[in-house]
């Protein structure tokens, strides 16, 4: 074999169109044919914040999309830049696939972070400026007039002043703790007698508003709303938190800590414990990045830096307000004409006509039924639950919660159903990121009522999304089963795109009661009728089917992929991605997020095209087609084609089978291969561009599709 070179750079620069040589063949360890993972994560944040500068999008929405952006960033920063931090402190040689080193990786994040910080300033101040326009006001302090600041200083004495506690710094009392995404007043206070300056911070509160409300000037109508930072009015309020002292002058900051830690197995006696003890620990990790504002002094940026233990590339400078996922609280105020349309999702016309939540079970044994959210009610699911709580024919249900969220419909079922004598079961993953506190809660609260809960496994996360309800019909124990590929979350669901499907069929119950037992007790079972379950089948049969599409293709019969996923970065299978390309195997990939692919290679990857949607709904649905030959495969679930989902979780894939509904998700995946409003494709050096659309092509939004296609259902 001929070993082409492969001359890819690691880019993001949309302007830099990377060519290939093109060759016989290519070596498929060559780390030029993978995207770096963290700079493909940064380029699905930056088309994040592309839609924030969309004027196509509703004023609001597009304040929505900067306030996600500057969330996730901070996530982020505490996750993968944290990672790569600990990896440089530990001198890890380990390379990735796609060759850059923790440090290599660092110094790219650090510029392209950089550069986008600037176009999300710039994008701030247009969206302020057209909030005014638009009768939102995004006050400064300084701009508010005698009687507004009036009232507003007597809100600072009333509701912030009790909470806030001015630290000083001196060499009594050291530099206090800075808690992680917390804003801070960095203060500089003079004593009059002596002259002499001094040093102290304020936690700005987060329990109260960030943006606070204020009375609307003498001609506004109800369309106005006027707000001022809750920081900016601390800052103006301090002569109140230092009595006799001069205010020399005061900046805002903000920290970001690591709050990727580990769990070590031998810390606890069980794994709440442990998880417990990590929770806590992360309010500790170290710094990994100090924002400032533009005009926050050198002086000032050096006492952070070494009381923070950061180095000048750790900080980062910003025009705007910092954090700006406060921005968030304005999707509350009442201006439906600045937002997206409001939408009820469809009821399931299946579902429809059932006058008693038990016939869900009659409705089920006649055919199975697929729900595609948030188009698609997730109610049934709850009622499911509900049914199953109540009727005296159920005799037992299982169920694995990954992020069950706050005041969760589908938990009170399971308490009900405990409480009603039926037997629960519940694995609760209580290594959810950032879920962790609310998972133990509910575990707590399910152990209280009766459910055997079980916490996981210490080494995997369970990451399976599926619930089996065992029922005494009158002809047999029926085991009726939902399987999905998101949460059970009812307020996620409203936002989420995702897949779910509810059978009765023996075989899908027999694997869901083997799966469960694995999950609660001991089993060494590593094969199933119909699931592919990772960490111990899903991985060797996944990888078989492509096979069998790449063996289609060299008979030279019709061979197609069409994946849709949240992230592609396994090595392995990016590299049987390239070997179907070469085979002819036609591939189709729709990616949400991450993916270390390189379409459009000469030889290698032209047969290989991967789009990406970001739009009012979140992607999240994952569909894996095989062709087949003319008999089609189709399987959803919770995977997704990384490392961590394939060796490291518990996954589970599903077939779809019934004709009905491998039509449904045809349909779904026809629209969304067609979108070219919200969709970008990816080139060969990482970087994406607008779908091309052609003058005579129709415009195709394929979120919208769905809604129309449910409103005229």
């Known amino acids: 074999m001929s070993l082409q070179p492969a001359i890819v750079a690691q880019t993001t620069d949309p ?198 409300p204020i009375k609307r000037a003498r001609g506004d109508n109800r369309r106005v709303f006027r707000f001022v930072w809750l920081e900016d009015l601390i800052a103006n309020n301090l002569t109140e938190l230092f009595p006799g002292y001069e205010i020399v002058e005061s900046h805002h900051f903000r920290i970001t ?23 806590r620990r992360r309010r500790f990790g170290f710094v990994v990045r100090l924002t400032v504002g533009k005009n926050t002094p050198e ?83 709850v009622d499911l639950l509900k049914a199953a709580a109540h009727d005296p024919k159920v005799i037992a249900i299982k169920q694995t919660l990954y992020r069950a969220g706050t005041n969760s419909p589908v938990v009170e079922a399971l308490l009900e159903a405990s409480e009603n004598g039926k037997q629960v079961s519940a694995l609760v993953e209580l290594k959810a990121r950032f879920d962790e506190e609310s998972n133990i809660g509910w575990a707590k609260a399910l152990e209280r009522e009766g459910v055997h809960v079980v916490y996981g496994f210490m080494s995997l996360k369970t990451h399976s999304k599926i619930c089996l309800i065992v029922r005494r019909d009158e002809d047999t124990i029926r085991r009726y089963v939902h399987l999905g590929t998101g949460n059970y979350n009812a307020s996620t669901a409203k936002i989420y795109s995702d897949l779910g499907l509810m059978t009765c069929k023996p075989e899908f119950g027999a694997d869901a009661s083997d799966l469960f037992n694995a999950l609660t007790g001991y089993s060494k079972k590593d094969s199933y009728n119909k699931f592919l379950v990772a960490p111990d089948s899903l991985r060797k049969n996944f990888a078989a089917l492509i096979e069998r599409e790449i063996k289609w293709a060299k008979k030279g019969k019709p061979a197609k992929l069409i994946f849709k996923m949240n992230a592609l970065i396994d090595p392995r299978f990016i590299q049987q991605l390239y070997q179907a390309s070469m085979a002819g195997v036609q591939i189709e990939l729709l990616v949400r997020s991450l993916c270390g692919l390189r379409p459009g290679i000469p030889n290698l990857s032209e047969n290989i095209r991967v789009t990406s949607v970001v739009g009012r709904f979140l992607e999240h649905t ?81 979120q919208f599709e769905f809604i129309k296609r449910r409103q005229n259902r």
């Not at 980062?316 to 201006?335: H, K, V």
């Not at 679930?637 to 989902?645: E, P, V």
């Not at 026809?670 to 050096?685: H, I, Q, Y």
Request: overall charge negative; charged content about 25%; proline content about 7%.
């Open 15 to 212: 302007t830099k169109q990377t060519v290939l040589s093109p060759g016989t063949a290519y070596d498929l360890d060559d780390p030029a044919l993978f995207i770096n993972r963290e700079l493909s994560l940064l380029e699905f944040n930056w088309r994040v914040l592309e839609e924030a500068q969309k004027e196509r999008h509703p004023l609001l929405e597009r304040v929505k999309f900067l306030a996600i952006y500057s969330s996730n960033m901070d996530e982020f920063f505490m996750i993968r830049v944290a990672g790569l931090m600990q990896q440089v402190a530990a001198g890890v040689n380990t390379i990735p696939s796609d060759g850059l080193t923790p440090t290599e990786q660092l110094r790219a994040i650090q510029k392209k972070v950089r550069t986008n910080l600037k176009v999300m300033n710039r994008c701030f101040a247009e969206l302020r400026a057209k909030l005014t326009d638009a009768g939102i006001f995004l006050h400064s302090y300084k701009e508010l007039g005698r009687s507004q600041q009036e009232a507003i200083n007597e809100y600072f004495k009333r509701e912030i002043f009790p909470v806030l506690t001015p630290l000083a710094v001196d060499p009594g009392r050291p530099f206090p703790h800075i808690s992680s995404l917390s804003l801070n007043l960095a203060v500089i206070v003079r004593d009059p007698g002596s002259g002499q300056q001094h040093f102290a911070r304020i936690k700005v509160p987060n329990a109260l508003p960030r943006l606070i």
């Open 257 to 279: 800590r690591n709050a990727d830690l580990e769990i070590e197995a031998n810390e606890a006696s069980d794994l709440l414990e442990a998880i417990e003890a990590t929770v």
């Open 299 to 381: 002086h000032i940026r050096q006492l952070l830096a070494k009381n923070l233990s950061v180095s000048p590339d750790e900080i980062f400078e910003s025009e705007s307000p910092l954090g700006l996922s406060g921005l968030m609280s304005l999707l509350n105020i009442d201006r439906p004409d600045l937002k997206d349309p409001p939408y009820v999702p469809s009821l399931h016309p299946r579902l429809r006509k059932l006058s008693r939540r038990e016939e869900i079970f009659d409705a089920i044994r006649e055919k199975d039924i697929l729900l595609y959210h948030p188009y698609d009610s997730f109610l049934p699911v």
């Open 622 to 702: 994952r569909i894996y087609y095989f062709q087949n030959g003319g008999a089609p495969d189709f399987y959803i679930g919770s995977a997704d084609l990384m490392q961590r989902n394939l060796d490291r979780r518990i996954e589970t894939l599903f077939p779809i089978e019934e004709p009905e509904l491998q039509q449904e998700l045809m349909d779904i995946l026809e629209v969304s291969t067609k979108d070219n409003v919200n969709a970008r494709l990816l080139r060969a050096d990482g970087s994406y561009i607008p779908v091309p659309r052609g003058e005579k092509e129709p415009v195709i939004d394929s």
